[in-house]
């Protein structure tokens, strides 16, 4: 539609997402998000916050489900979408939400640890961890053991060849 503004904007959930369902059966979910600027003082040459922008946004249909089960009070989020202003209020209607991972450490279901997705390790009980194993053992991710983290430097990205057009 002609006049339409689309941005992105980062800021976190303030308050639990609200999931309804319109009046022709459409999933909805609306939260309020609080985006904080860092502005410049040329005076002093440090940044500090600015006022907080509050921002009304609403997800449909199938991420409006996801966004209801992911988000939560204070998770910061990355959101795209059309920007709308009525009654000096800003309203985002948006196609994308996201979890902003300079903040949180974000897990989709393939990732999920098996302690938090419910899952019984040999033979224990969901959500029941050994008791000789220290607190930071049973809730580490895999990824952050020492082993996986040898040879880091050494990781470079692949070299990819271009192929050349033919004449």
């Known amino acids: 539609m002609p006049g339409q503004i689309t941005v992105t904007m980062h800021g976190f959930v303030h308050d ?9 059966g459409m999933l909805a979910c609306r939260f309020r998000l609080v985006s904080i600027p860092r502005e410049y003082d040329r005076d002093t040459g440090d940044w500090r916050d600015g006022e907080p922008v509050l921002v009304l946004v609403t997800v449909r249909a199938r991420t409006a489900r ?6 939560t009070d204070r998770v910061h989020v990355i959101v795209t979408g059309v920007l709308d202003i009525r009654d000096d209020v800003l309203y985002l209607d948006a196609d994308r939400v996201g979890i902003d991972l300079a ?30 194993s220290p607190p930071a053992a049973r809730s580490a991710p895999t990824w952050t053991a020492p082993e996986r983290q040898r040879d880091w430097e050494a990781i470079t990205a692949p070299t990819r060849q271009i192929p050349q057009p033919s004449h």
């Open 103 to 132: 903040e949180h450490v974000a897990y989709v279901d393939a990732t999920l640890p098996d302690i938090l997705a419910g899952k019984s390790r040999k033979g224990r009980s969901a959500g029941k961890p050994a008791a000789d």
């Open 16 to 24: 639990e997402p609200q999931l309804r369902s319109t009046e022709r």
């Open 66 to 71: 996801h966004v209801a089960a992911s988000l």
